[in-house]
């Protein structure tokens, strides 16, 4: 049965990786209600991630270039759940993909159902950083995330219940809408308890109107002033 669920992870994350995901993990989300995981007990995230000059450009103010990089990320992760999805069907597994058009748009609502985020976490492929942004390892936060829930007999990572944040309060000081409370997440804990979405949603609003004359709520400052996304956009390879 290992061997099995061994070489079904090996050959869904060729897939995805195939279709143009950076990163790719399968989470044990058994332990949700069956309601918000569609009654499936496997979640699989994906990411897919920003060129370092956009992350580089959004120091300031949000870019054209960050928009549409924004938006060509978003397409292109519907496009991988979409495809990831049928590929699992074709093997004779139930599965989702929770495209946009299911779970709605990130800047256009408040919340989901289910976060790719927490899906992200289950996966064990990073943890909520204090900005309510997933943070990973490779990329710190310059990375954008979908999700297919599965019942497909993947092996699963071990789940990331704690941050790897410490005493960094680099997002909690640049905010410029006074978002990030500086407290730390941990898993169970409600985005609200340490993160102001609404001011946040305002804050970003703004400032897409004053550097784009757009209505579009993009801000950024939190993935680029992250020390684990700059700990990437230092090194050599894109």
């Known amino acids: 049965m290992r061997q099995q669920a061994a070489e079904l992870n090996a050959r869904t994350n060729a897939e995805l990786t195939r279709l143009g995901a950076v990163l ?11 309601d918000v995981r569609g009654g499936m007990p496997v979640g699989i995230c994906v990411a ?4 370092k000059d956009v992350i580089r450009g959004i120091a300031e103010l ?16 519907d496009m991988i759940v979409t495809h990831g999805a049928e590929f ?44 309510a942004l997933l943070v990973t390892e490779q990329y710190g936060s310059m990375v954008r995330l979908s999700s297919i829930l599965t019942d497909a007999p993947l092996g699963c990572a071990a789940p990331v219940d704690e941050p790897k944040c410490g005493g960094c309060m680099k997002c909690t000081d640049a905010c410029p809408g ?25 804050t970003a609003w703004e400032r897409t109107k004053r550097s784009l004359d757009s209505d579009a709520t993009l801000c950024g400052k939190c993935i ?6 700059r700990r990437y956009l230092m090194t050599p390879n894109d």
């Open 24 to 34: 790719a993990g399968f989470g044990d989300i058994s332990g949700l209600p069956p």
């Open 48 to 51: 897919v991630k920003y060129p």
């Open 62 to 77: 949000p870019t054209a270039e960050y928009h549409a990089w924004y938006d060509r990320l978003n397409e292109q992760l």
């Open 88 to 131: 699992l069907r074709r093997n004779g597994y139930s599965a989702i993909a929770q495209t946009r058009e299911r779970v709605g748009l990130g800047e256009m609502v408040n919340s989901t159902v289910l976060p790719h985020k927490t899906v992200a976490t289950r996966a064990g492929i990073g943890w909520i950083g204090k900005s």
């Open 178 to 202: 006074e978002a990030v409370s500086g407290r730390p997440w941990r898993a169970g804990v409600g985005r609200e308890e340490f993160f102001d979405a609404a001011k946040c949603r305002k």
């Open 224 to 229: 680029e002033i992250c020390p684990w996304t």
